[in-house]
């Protein structure tokens, strides 16, 4: 713990929490070095034209009537850590619920909302089903990759090119981000080069380095995922003995003061429509928005020749983990 | 210290120990992808045609009066613990004369020797100034840059192409080396990208990486200099106090089984003429050569944004190191 702190403190001293912005995409060249800096950078002028025409008409009329996979939660966080109704603690996975691309925009706030049973007009959905929902893995392995959002895949882009020819890859999966303010993204950190770009209204980053992980208290949550019983029910809490737990940040929320401790120095970059930002492997983000918020990111795989991994793993606290324990299973869970 | 061979056996698990061969120089978007990486790298075929001319005719011929500065030791290990008449331990640093290359060359294995007076033929002659002998950081600055050297500059490139391009600065200084089987480059590792060329004769590298840092067990020790006390006497060991104390390694041949501890992953490669490695910042390295070789090498600084530089001193013990005590002067000097 002692090195975590001063792994912290030298990077803070050396690196600050200033963010560089670029006024154009950066070349292929410049990129790679931007990888090898590893902080995040906002890039402009990044080219999307063709999502420009995202309006609400426009989605609804290209998606029809196939239907999407939704998060849906009834406080807006999905993949946090929440209190049950026995007062303990859990990581909360969203219900997935399907319906089309018009009846989830009349589900934003601002939509026109039209109740289906069970709904509660207070749930909250978001698109975030991160799983390549655009373009998976399979895409550019030349194998068959179905998306919900084919009618979609012709206005984006299935590369960055100068991120691609930097990284020598293509990448993992390229996802679309549809939600409102009531959507919050609870901090963690993902082993991934990230580019993430706001199609429309604003996204606000919280952001912490990987030598602030420590900050977060990541501890071992129970696992629940918010469940209807019957389709008509309100969504509750389940928790199944069978999920392992799951490792994640015990801060609930770094805007609040004091829910950091002192040593933490967060950086906040807000990104609005038409921006990008290149968020680096192992960077903390917590992610607020804008009502009526799309983004687009491009995940590719880090590098894992090298030292980044270990380093990685190194501030997540890996080192402490005990030898014979590599599930980390028993890891104390903590109460509320 | 526990975090030490923590690092050091996860980074071995992910890296193993092979050391790619390139047989062309990358470009420079593939250096910076190399640099990211951080291990080293052979690269055959870097453009240096120039140099293939230098046989000691040529080169003293070329040089003709002009004094240069050269290493001198009884022992062949400059810039190394060596063992004082005292019986104790001294970080040694060498003796520099000045001399014709023509002169120089004799007094190598395999030359002439006309031995000057005070010099044994026993003595070690080594150049190896390393302070930028060819080219320094003012020459990029467009300053006036005085090299011994300068009837040989037009044969060597002042940069290196893919690696000015992709690290986006000129060297911070360029070094001829010139020496024999006598000589030997105690293990140290420097805060530079170093592109090192053999023209002539190999070299042969033990290497670790910065993760293994701890394998050679840096101690602090009293300075001393080779030193003739009038110029017709034997070099002895001269310490001065006002001189602090230097940090140094003190696993004297790492190639001596048993002086590394097991959790050692050392690398050796021969870089033959013609050929050219890539060594990254912080990779420790002890040096051999065999008679008669010549070699040239460029360095650049490191990046010092982003975690590098911490991570390296990191792995060198710092976090270690008394928050009151930075210089650490107070640190142990080990006897023999």
């Known amino acids: 713990m002692a090195s975590l702190r001063w792994f912290s403190s030298e990077y803070h001293d050396l690196n600050g929490t200033a ?10 060249l410049q990129f790679s070095q931007l990888v090898h800096i590893s902080r995040p950078v906002l890039i402009q002028g990044v080219e999307m034209s063709s999502t420009r025409l995202w309006d609400n008409h426009y989605l609804a009329a ?17 993949d946090a850590v929440t209190q049950g109704s026995d007062g303990k603690l859990y990581f909360a996975e969203p219900g997935v619920e399907k319906m089309p691309m018009s009846e989830f925009l009349s589900r934003l706030s601002g939509g026109t909302t039209i109740l289906k049973l069970g709904a509660d007009d207070s749930d909250v959905y978001y698109l975030q089903s991160q799983n390549g929902n655009i373009f998976s893995s ?12 084919e009618a979609l895949r012709a206005d ?12 020598g890859k293509s990448p993992d999966a390229v996802n679309l981000w549809i939600g409102d303010r009531k959507s919050v993204t609870s901090i963690h950190s993902d082993p991934y080069e990230n580019i993430y770009h706001v199609v429309r209204g604003s996204k606000h980053f919280t952001l912490l380095p990987p030598t602030e992980g420590w900050c977060v208290k990541e501890r071992m949550y129970p696992h629940g995922r918010w469940t209807r019983m019957i389709p008509t029910a309100p969504l509750t809490l389940v928790h199944s003995p069978d999920v392992p737990p799951i490792r994640w940040a015990s801060v609930i929320d770094p805007d609040i ?34 009502d009526d918020t799309i983004a687009l990111n491009w995940w590719y795989d880090m590098e894992m020749r090298g030292i980044s991994w270990v380093l990685l793993s190194f501030l997540r606290g890996e080192s402490n983990a005990l030898p014979d324990n590599e599930t980390t299973s028993s890891e104390q869970v903590e109460d509320a």
């Open 19 to 28: 963010v560089a912005v670029l006024p154009e995409p950066p070349t292929s």
């Open 156 to 167: 984006i882009p299935s590369e960055i090119s100068w991120c691609s020819e930097a990284l």
């Open 62 to 78: 290209a998606m029809g009537k196939t239907d999407i996979s939704v998060a849906v939660t009834p406080n807006g966080r999905a």
């Open 138 to 149: 399979r895409f550019y392995e030349g194998a068959s990759d179905i998306s919900e959002f």
């Open 257 to 290: 003061r004091g829910n950091l401790p002192p040593e933490a120095h967060p950086i906040g970059i807000t990104v609005n429509a038409g921006e990008t930002l290149y968020l680096p492997p192992g960077w903390w983000h917590h992610v607020r928005q804008a």
